[in-house]
């Protein structure tokens, strides 16, 4: 069986929050380090349609909006800064797109991975994780920000 790309067959995933390594269990390959062929294709289908899903909403953001109104405000609307809405529509189209494609016949399907996504890697890691790091980069942007910020008021 392929070896898992989430965890490169550790069975175990790391990564950064709050400025420390977190460690967890690989739940793609429930900690065996391998996944079958059904997890590399499900995986190369989450990749894609996450891609297409960030096009997608690229485009809705950058469709001029004739009320005016555009992301910002439904992210308001919902208590959401932009970031989050603009993430949590990206999970929506991308679990959607993703339910589409899974319905194509394996050869179709296939051939249309093979065309959007011609040089995969073997299990790409989770969009998720991915999505986690790029929340952590923008904290630890922010800490940095705030800690600056604070640097000024020192009465010294
Ligand atoms: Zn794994």
């Known amino acids: 069986m392929p070896k898992c790309g989430s965890c490169g067959g550790e069975g175990r995933v790391t990564w950064e929050e709050d400025g420390r390594a977190v460690e967890d269990a690989c739940y793609r390959c429930g900690m065996t380090g391998v996944v ?3 997890t590399v294709l499900d995986a190369r289908i989450e990749v894609v349609a996450e891609r297409l899903a960030v096009s997608e909403v690229e485009r809705i953001e950058a469709t001029p909006d004739p009320e005016g109104e555009g992301l910002g405000l439904a992210a308001a609307e919902s208590g ?3 970031y989050d809405y603009k993430r949590q529509m990206v999970w ?5 797109i993703g339910r589409e494609l899974a319905k194509l016949s394996r050869s179709t399907l296939l051939s249309l991975l093979d065309t959007l996504d011609p040089a995969p890697a073997p299990a790409p890691p989770a969009p998720v994780v991915r999505y986690m790091t790029r929340v952590a980069d923008a904290e630890v942007v922010r800490l940095i920000a705030a ?3 604070d640097d000024d008021e020192l009465p010294f």
């Open 36 to 38: 079958s062929e059904e």
């Open 80 to 82: 959401m800064s932009l």
């Open 92 to 96: 929506g189209i991308t679990d959607r």
């Open 147 to 149: 800690d600056a910020a």
